[in-house]
């Protein structure tokens, strides 16, 4: 956990200043801006299983949207305050509680609920094209909306100052939006996705912290990371004239923890991280670790299970 800490603070401290992702170059790559409406990206409820966008809630209400996943321990901490807030101004705000299906089960959600009471409604990021839209770089994370839709404030704390701006908003003061930033460009993100266009390529994905930090809240999914990251040298020794690369999942990380993940696991495969969620999203992995096979930007092959690499060679060659 206290490496869970020294990780989060330079994070939240960055994002006290900027909410939003920005790629340092992005002056250099003109382009229309193709990050999804976050209005229009499509979310599931979680009850019904249905269909649902930001734009069926009501326009002349504020909206609070709070990411959040039950394995993530400081999120379990905040849902009782969460709660409370939606039971004072549900009929002012709208809330809007965004699972961000990663390593997410369904039985957990429900589980949550009872703990803490839940009544609010619940929907899933199922391809986290909102979290994107949203520049989400960790869990729990608040998002405040006025009723055009512009950004007021997010945080990854719930205090005092969370609840001096809900307040406010729900007796209709009118807030100042945030200074708008650049999105990622559709040039940039060609940029980003280039080098998995063309070719056949081994890409596994993971995080950096699914090993350590799931141990408690989801042994089994830590002990499948683990595995498979210690394994991943070997399974590479056995197809050696593979193009092998490795993606870390971008929350919650920075250069250092991804250093200490290749020392840890003597890393063979080089490894990056999914700096923006963009490859998380294009390639839609929900669930890690997971292997995939491409051929020319396409997936062809998905592998989670890694107890027996010899077994898997032919699958992939």
Request: charged content about 20%.
């Amino acid at each position: 956990m206290l490496q869970f800490v020294r990780l989060l603070v330079p994070v939240l401290a960055c994002m006290a200043f900027s909410g939003w992702a920005q790629i340092p170059d992005n002056k250099e790559l003109p382009g229309d801006k193709t990050l999804p409406d976050y209005r229009t990206v499509q979310l599931q409820q979680f009850k019904t299983l249905q269909p649902f966008t930001l734009n069926k809630l009501d326009q002349n209400k504020p909206t609070y949207i709070k990411f959040w996943a039950s394995w993530c321990q400081p999120c379990m901490e905040q849902m009782p305050h969460f709660e409370t807030l939606y039971q004072e101004y549900g009929d002012r705000v709208n809330f809007v509680a965004v699972n961000i299906n990663i390593n997410e089960k369904r039985q957990e959600i429900s589980k949550l609920q009872q703990r803490f009471g839940l009544t609010m409604p619940i929907y899933l990021d199922q391809q986290g094209q909102l979290a994107l839209a949203m520049g989400l770089v960790g869990t729990p994370y608040s998002v405040l909306l006025n009723p055009k839709g512009e950004k007021l404030y997010s945080s990854h704390e719930s205090d005092s100052v969370l609840d001096g701006f809900i307040s406010r908003l729900g007796q209709g003061q009118q807030l100042p939006a945030e200074a708008a930033t650049s999105d990622l460009t559709a040039a940039a993100q060609q940029k980003l996705l280039a080098k998995y266009q063309t070719g056949e390529q081994l890409v596994f994905f993971t995080a950096t912290w699914c090993d350590w930090y799931l141990a408690e809240s989801r042994p089994d999914m830590a002990k499948q990371c683990k595995d498979a990251q210690a394994g991943l040298n070997q399974l590479a020794a056995l197809l050696p004239q593979k193009n092998w690369s490795g993606v870390v999942n971008h929350l919650w990380t920075d250069d250092k923890a991804l250093a200490e993940f290749n020392a840890l696991y003597q890393m063979k495969v080089p490894f990056q991280i999914d700096s923006y969620g963009l490859l998380f999203q294009h390639f839609n992995v929900r669930s890690i670790p997971v292997l995939l096979k491409l051929k020319d930007g396409k997936k062809v092959a998905e592998i989670s299970d890694f107890s027996k690499p010899q077994h898997l060679v032919k699958q992939l060659q």
